[in-house]
């Protein structure tokens, strides 16, 4: 199993220079990963400052060499899949292969979508996002490639460069378990993010059942990761490799340590310079 921060993209961490200096605490620390979340707003209580994910995430693979970063998912539905594709590949050159890409369709709790005149339509957002998949990939092939879909097309276009990773960067696909959808689109891809759709913490018996359920509709025997996060106390590290140990057998692969929007960042950076749990 590997182990990784995940932070928001607002409040205190929406600081490139504190998040840079973050990152090499993470790396130092013996992280695997750095995950930020990608809002557009935050309001919880009261307004939050954010900062573009992908901002951030530029600045900490430039002060990082090991770990892997990744966005904790960008919502594809609220951006134009060409641009996407041309600041994944650019992360993905600058980190020398260490990007990874979450993606989902997001939500409208605080307005992302709905405050910018779009509709927050979860069958369309679906459709989208398979959508943008799909050219995804084909700009990262570096061939010629053209698109006709119901939500995009694309004439005849090719982009160089091809991304340092192939076939592609690393795609994980978030879902909210039990709904099955999301997990047969994650299972043509390379990783699952999933939650829980009464928001309770995914438990063990919840990871065997969706590694099952992915397995069976998986057509590739390419690796697969699957995500799990996770909030610890950090007080008993005997308790904290139980707890990860009992994950790991249940087929998670990352254990993404989450860090709440309310958390002092002294105590966030106090549990980033812990190190994480080690089985």
């Known amino acids: ?4 921060i995940n932070t928001p993209n607002f409040g205190h961490y929406s600081d490139p220079r504190l998040m840079m200096e973050m990152a090499r605490e993470a790396e130092d620390a013996g992280w695997d990963g750095f995950f930020i979340w990608d809002h557009m707003l935050w309001a919880w209580p009261e ?6 994910p992908y901002v951030l995430l530029a600045a900490m693979v430039a002060a990082t060499t090991t770990i892997k970063l990744a966005p904790i998912v960008t919502p594809i539905p609220r951006r134009r899949p060409w641009k996407l594709a041309r600041e994944v590949t650019t992360l993905d050159h ?8 979450g993606v989902g369709i997001g939500g409208d709790w605080f307005g992302d ?41 694309i004439k005849n276009t090719q982009f160089l ?24 689109r994650a299972a043509r891809w390379d990783g699952i993010v999933p939650l829980r759709a009464d928001s309770h913490t995914l438990t063990p018996d919840d990871h ?3 590694g099952a359920y992915i397995l069976e509709h998986r057509t590739s025997g390419d690796p697969f990761d699957h995500v799990h996060t996770g909030w610890m106390e950090r007080k008993d ?43």
Not at 47 to 52: H, I, Q, R, S
Not at 246 to 255: I, K, L, N, Q, R
């Open 47 to 52: 307004n939050y400052p954010v900062a573009d």
């Open 94 to 101: 600058l980190s020398q292969g260490r990007f990874i890409l």
């Open 113 to 153: 979508y709905s405050r910018f005149g779009e509709q927050y339509d979860e069958k369309a957002h679906g459709e989208m996002l398979d959508e943008g998949l799909d050219v995804l990939s084909g700009l990262w092939s570096g061939e010629s490639f053209s698109y006709e879909g119901q939500h995009y097309k």
């Open 208 to 210: 065997r059942s969706i």
């Open 161 to 184: 460069p091809k991304p340092v990773q192939q076939p592609r960067v690393p795609v994980w696909v978030a879902g909210m378990w039990p709904n099955k959808k999301p997990f047969r």
């Open 237 to 279: 590290a005997g308790r904290d490799a139980e707890i990860v140990a009992e994950y790991s057998d249940a087929g998670v692969t990352w254990w993404s340590d989450g860090v709440g929007a309310e958390e002092p960042l002294e105590q966030t950076r106090e549990r980033i310079c812990l190190g994480p749990p080690r089985l």
């Open 1 to 4: 199993m590997r182990f990784a």
